[in-house]
C-alpha cells in the first residue's frame, strides 16, 4: 500500500501529525496489523525461545583450543 506522502506536493517536517490524508491511512494500517496479530498465534515455536542466550556463553562456544 503506498503511502499519501508519496510524491505530496504539501510535505513539511513533522506534518504527520496535522494531516489528515495521513491520519487515514495511519488508521487503516493499524487496522491491518491488529488483524494480523489477532489472527497470528505470536510465532512462538516451543524451545526455542525458552533458552537464554548471553555473549559470554556465544564467546565459549566460539573458543577454540590450540
Known sequence: MEGPCWNCTDRKPKCHSVC?????YRAKLDAIAAKKK???DGGYVAGI???PRTVSSFKRKKRREY
Do not use: H, R
Not at 20 to 24: D, Q
Open 38 to 40: 489477532k489472527e497470528s
Open 49 to 51: 525461545n525458552m533458552i
Open 20 to 24: 489528515e490524508l495521513y491520519k487515514e
